[in-house]
C-alpha cells in the first residue's frame, strides 16, 4: 500500500486501533483512539493524558501499531510533552472531533504523541 493509500484510507476512519507493548510484562495491548491526520503526520491524544497506560507503554518502547481496515503499520513514536505543542494536538482535536466531544471524553491535556507516515 502506498503513501497515498495509506492517507485516503486513514482519511475515512475515526479512530484506529492501536497496539503497545506493556512496558513491565512484554504483553501486547489493543485498544481503540482517536486521531488527526495532517499530511504524513499522525496526531494521537491519550484522553487522561500522560496518566494513559499505553501512553506510559509508548514512552519506554518508543514504537506503536496503528490498524484501520486494511493498514497496519508499525511506527517510531515521538512523544509530546511541550504544552504549547500539546495544547496545537487538542486544538486539532477540537477541530476535528468536536470541541464538546473532546471536553467530554478527555481528561489529561499534558501529552500527546506524533507518528509519522512512511
Do not use: C
Not at 13 to 39: A, C, D, H, N, Y
Not at 57 to 67: A, F, M
Not at 89 to 94: E, P
Amino acid at each position: 500500500m502506498n503513501s497515498s493509500e495509506i492517507q485516503k484510507a486513514l482519511d475515512s476512519s475515526v479512530e484506529l486501533q492501536i497496539t503497545v507493548t506493556g512496558r513491565k510484562s512484554g504483553r501486547e495491548f489493543l485498544t481503540p483512539v482517536w486521531f488527526v491526520r495532517e499530511g504524513k503526520t499522525l496526531f494521537l491524544m491519550p484522553v487522561r493524558g500522560s496518566k494513559n497506560q499505553w501512553y506510559k507503554n509508548v514512552l519506554k518502547s518508543r514504537r506503536i501499531k496503528i490498524s484501520s481496515g486494511k493498514i497496519s503499520l508499525e511506527l517510531p513514536a515521538n512523544t509530546i510533552s511541550d504544552s504549547k505543542r500539546v495544547a496545537s494536538v487538542a486544538d486539532k482535536f477540537r477541530k476535528k472531533h468536536g470541541a464538546t466531544d473532546v471536553k467530554k471524553y478527555y481528561a489529561g491535556f499534558d501529552a500527546a504523541v506524533e507518528l509519522n507516515l512512511p
